[in-house]
């Protein structure tokens, strides 16, 4: 076994690495960019070197600095995490050069997956199903787009690199095709360094299920079984489980002989997933999965796999890599109960998961009832420069139902302020009917997105406990003393105060009057309620409302008031008058909707735009967005450059003032 590897990542997944191997006694060495210098894995690993500013491109693609970094330290190995160089041929070659062994498979087999038209070509003469379409060498628009023709629409765009959903676009409609592919072939050559594209056949009721593969040095190759990642936006995943729901043991057989077959194909070691498309329109049965792409390193969710089968992943890793045999044979492995994983990022769904950042003030994650890996704590900063994520939380159960109803208590339990986050509409996936039954597909979601992000009232509860710490009449730290308590308690009844909040998109405002000893009535034009504190603490507050006691918890700054229920969380943003200079948005400014560059800019001075017109895109954590025409109208002015980067809320284009 390795005394000593370097990880070349961040956040939690080099936070999930180091737990594992320094508890085998191996020592972690981390790396940094400028604004990780005080995260969380670098508190964790025995030593840390800065690799360059904050843009990935900087710092965790820095070859060269990550290889004086394994100079300075004296590190064995290098196990890559997920993302950044992890299916980087030319970074294995490197570590080959200088006798570091690379904790995943060799280049080679890296390069046989990296390209996606290649490995499907791969993957025919191995004779491994794969998804009608055009995975050829000819980039030309016109010549593609005959291609598509010819496999008929919908047709899906995917850059041939990669993974994760950057590069990729669902095509409806022919007069669409251009724009698309110019979408998709800019974010794969952003995302990847790679512009070129395949052209496939998109099933119409598709389920994602991939098999995790594990090889050894010594020609040995096993599978643990599936993960279902059909619930997904934007072609990400969102929530995994394992074992697929409706997956027969027929099924199950083949799909893993396959995923075997395709790995012993290009002599594979270490772990990696064999991803299929699986055409459910008829249900699950061994002729109708197709292989899509191998991912050549460890996934995001492997927690789920280690959840049902026992086994540590990255331990796994950490043997094959040191020159062992795999700890299982295919024998020996079984599938024990159920297990999803929710990813919890800092992104706002209902304007359509634009990832967001901030500082999170708050953090309070279900440690108790749930699996937790993360990479952050309260007071960390979710920056622009990396991926949004926050926390990845896994439940295991005995049943499907069991797991499933677990995920949804933890993410009830689970607190956060500071940023916006996917938290309720997690919770929300987890009531879905239709995916609580098992009947699920890569669709469910954006069909059934409204109803997803429909955002929960508050209850008097929340409303009585956010007016009452928002006027200082429950005083935050005070004695076990109830008149200390109750700061804004009078001698004499009847006073009363006003108070107002930003909840949502709605502008709260609430009179509270004054009754006696702790009691107050609260109103406004849809509330009505008579409310008396009991006891409040740190961080914790109790109420009487119509003769019924309620505990919740809140966390309290000077921006905001956050009140977590048990089941869900409510925040209220304390109203701010607009400073000098300060303007409020208007139908006539195009505002960036995150902190990001600009990688398209259709508009001009003078020109006349409709309603719905793409002006500008600005990408932000390797995806793109456009931004489009707020209405009819006229550029009158345009304030950025391609390649700007951009702020939150930064104006970038105004249109010309409409007549009174």
Not at 105 to 132: F, T, Y
Not at 134 to 157: C, R
Request: glycine fraction near 8%.
């Amino acid at each position: 076994m390795f005394k000593k590897i370097l990880i070349a990542n961040r956040g939690e997944i080099a936070c999930r690495i180091m737990r594992t191997a320094q508890s085998m006694g191996v020592k972690c060495v981390a790396v940094y960019s400028d604004a990780d210098v005080n995260a969380q894995h670098v508190k964790m690993a025995d030593e840390a070197y800065r690799i360059g500013p904050a843009p990935v491109a900087q710092s965790y693609l820095q070859v060269d600095k990550i290889l004086e970094a394994i100079e300075l330290s004296g590190a064995e190995a290098v196990h890559p995490g997920y993302g950044f160089l992890s299916e980087n041929p030319d970074f294995v070659d490197e570590l080959d050069k200088v006798g570091v062994r690379f904790i995943g498979p060799s280049a080679d087999a890296i390069r046989a997956m990296g390209l996606k038209d290649a490995a499907k070509a791969l993957m025919e003469k191995a004779n491994v199903p794969v998804v009608p379409g055009y995975h050829g060498d000819n980039q030309d628009a016109e010549f593609l787009a005959k291609q598509a023709d010819q496999i008929g629409y919908p047709v899906l765009i995917k850059a041939r690199a990669g993974g994760g959903g950057k590069g990729m676009r669902r095509v409806d409609d022919p007069a669409e095709f251009k724009s698309a592919l110019e979408s998709a072939s800019r974010e794969g050559l952003s995302s990847f360094g790679d512009g070129q594209v395949l052209i496939e056949k998109y099933i119409t009721t598709p389920r994602h299920i991939e098999i995790q593969v594990f090889g050894d040095d010594h020609g040995n190759v096993v599978h643990l079984f599936e993960r279902d990642c059909s619930l997904q936006r934007r072609h990400q995943k969102v929530i995994e489980e394992a074992p697929a729901p409706g997956m027969t043991l027929e099924m199950r057989n083949a799909m893993g002989d396959a995923a075997v077959t395709a790995a012993k194909a290009i002599n594979y070691s270490g772990a990696g997933t064999i991803e299929f498309i699986v055409d459910a329109a008829n249900g699950l049965n061994p002729n109708g999965f197709y292989f899509m792409e191998m991912n050549t390193r460890l996934q995001v969710e492997h927690p789920v796999t280690e959840m049902i089968t026992g086994q540590d992943l990255v331990a796994w890793q950490l043997r094959v890599a040191s020159g062992s045999t795999l700890p299982q044979t295919q024998d020996q492995l079984a599938i024990n109960g159920w297990a999803f994983e929710a990813r919890l990022y800092a992104e706002d769904v209902p304007k359509g998961f634009l990832p967001a950042t901030g500082t999170l003030a708050h953090l309070k994650l279900p440690q108790d009832s749930a699996r937790i890996d993360s990479g952050v704590v309260a007071g960390d900063v979710i920056s622009p420069f990396y991926d949004p994520m926050i926390a990845k939380i896994t439940v295991h159960g005995e049943t499907r139902q069991q797991a499933l109803n677990g995920l949804a208590s933890a993410l009830g339990k689970t607190e956060i302020s500071g940023s916006v986050t996917n938290r309720a509409f997690l919770k929300a996936l987890c009531n879905h009917q239709g995916f609580a039954n098992g009947d699920v597909d890569t669709g469910l979601i954006e069909r059934d997105l409204d109803q997803l992000v429909v955002q929960s009232k508050p209850p008097n509860s929340a409303i009585a406990a956010a007016v009452l710490l928002g006027l200082d009449l429950a005083r935050v730290n005070a004695s076990d003393d109830p008149w200390d308590q109750l700061s804004g308690w009078r001698a004499w009844p009847g006073e009363f105060d006003n108070v107002e909040f930003d909840h949502n998109d709605d502008r709260l405002k609430f009179e509270v009057t004054l009754g006696a000893g702790q009691s107050f009535a609260i109103s406004s034009d849809d509330v009505n309620l008579k409310a008396e504190l009991l006891t409040v603490g740190e961080s914790d507050i109790s109420l009487l409302i119509d003769g019924q006691r309620h505990h919740l918890r809140f966390f309290v700054n000077d921006d905001f008031i956050a009140i977590f229920t048990g089941t869900e969380t409510f925040t209220f943003d304390r109203v701010k008058l607009l400073l000098a200079g300060e303007t409020a948005q208007s139908s006539d400014a195009v505002l960036s909707p995150m902190p990001g560059a600009v990688v398209a800019l259709s508009a001009k001075v003078g020109d006349k735009v409709s309603k719905g017109d793409k002006l500008v895109a600005v990408e932000a954590m390797k995806m793109e967005h456009a931004l489009l025409a707020p209405r009819d109208g006229v550029i009158e002015a345009v304030f950025v450059n391609l390649g700007d980067q951009v702020k939150d809320g930064g104006l970038l284009i105004q249109l010309e003032p409409l007549d009174d």
